[in-house]
């Protein structure tokens, strides 16, 4: 579940706790509401910890053995 959904969740529960009044036979909407918000919140604070750690690694580049390094106009003196 993405960081949408999460918000979709604790929405939809914001919805359920206080702004709706209906009254369902053996279901307290309050609280389906909470648990919709506090599954939201967990989803959020658990997507942006794994967003936190995500990086992005680049291998070290070596040069091939043999090859010449390329030059970039500026480093060998005609640039300047």
Do not use: H
């Amino acid at each position: 579940m993405g960081l949408g959904g999460c918000i979709i969740l604790i929405a939809a529960g914001a919805i359920l706790t206080f702004a709706t009044d209906w009254e369902m036979e053996g279901v307290n909407l309050d609280l389906v509401g909470i648990i919709l918000m506090i599954v939201g919140l967990i989803g959020v604070t658990t997507f942006s910890s794994i967003a936190r750690r995500k990086r992005v690694v680049v291998p070290p580049t070596t040069p091939v053995v043999g090859q010449e390094p390329r030059r970039d106009g500026y480093s060998d003196g005609y640039g300047v």
